[in-house]
């Protein structure tokens, strides 16, 4: 079956812009997370969605927000771009909510913020 | 909250013998451990999963132990070769509330 596909794969962005990223799930998968990678911090968790609700979210500031729609696939949106925003963002999608299960994860969109 | 310390940025192991990975937790024992390698430029693998209530798992040359008392998982990968050079990250739940925190990894290389 057809993997995590993530788009686009590269984006430049300027500060103050904003910015949509786009994850399609692995088919009948309902749970897709996100995640921030910087070589410094790691990785973070952004938020989980599951069934079209956020079920879980981590410490970023009201600039990243989320959604899923009924087919399960996902976006992340950035406002306001900040040069420290620039980072590997990765979904990862699940068959259930949470950490009891394997997670697949996409190759990532790589946000650069100039 | 919950910290995640992996013992080392990076780590060198001769071809043949085994690596062995530590992920450290500080506070509670997590439901749920897993761990997932990720090569340059891609995103992360799922490699194996651990339960609270299990002490040892095993896939193939993997294998991984989970230790409640210390509050450490090791990750052992036998008879090394050098594909297995990879960033090997460790993640479990925040707070039992499935909040997800990954360690910053171990970069393993395996020298011929």
């Known amino acids: 079956k057809a993997g995590v596909t993530q788009t686009p794969r590269y984006l430049i962005k300027t500060r103050g812009q904003q910015v949509t990223l786009s994850c399609s799930p692995i088919?009948?998968?309902?749970?897709v997370s996100w995640y921030q990678q910087t070589p410094g911090q790691g990785l973070q968790f952004l938020f989980e969605?599951?069934?079209?609700?956020?079920?879980n979210k981590g410490n970023f500031p009201g600039r990243f927000s989320g959604r899923q729609f009924s087919n399960s696939r996902s976006e992340m949106n950035v406002s306001t771009l900040e040069l420290g925003d620039s980072a590997l963002y990765l979904c990862?999608?699940?068959?259930?909510?949470?950490?009891?299960?394997?997670?697949?994860f996409g190759q990532g969109t790589r946000l650069t913020v100039v | 909250s919950q910290k995640i310390e992996q013992n080392s940025e990076a780590l060198n192991i001769q071809e043949g013998k085994t690596a062995t990975l530590t992920c450290n937790y500080t506070?509670?024992?997590?439901?749920?451990l897993q761990w997932y390698r990720q090569d340059p430029g891609r995103g992360p693998v799922f490699l194996l999963l651990?339960?609270?209530?299990?002490k040892e798992k095993r896939k193939e040359r993997l294998k991984v132990t989970f230790d409640t008392t210390l509050k450490q998982s090791l990750f052992h990968i036998t008879a090394s070769q050098p594909a297995d050079s990879a960033t090997y990250l460790c993640?479990?739940?925040?707070?039992?509330?499935?909040?997800?925190?990954f360690g910053k990894g171990t970069r393993l290389h395996i020298l011929p």
């Open positions: 651990i339960r609270e209530n299990e």
């Open positions: 990862a999608s699940s068959s259930v909510q949470g950490l009891n299960t394997e997670a697949f």
């Open positions: 969605y599951f069934s079209e609700t956020q079920r």
């Open positions: 993640a479990l739940d925040s707070n039992r509330d499935d909040k997800i925190i």
């Open positions: 088919s009948g998968h309902r749970s």
């Open positions: 506070n509670y024992s997590p439901a749920y």
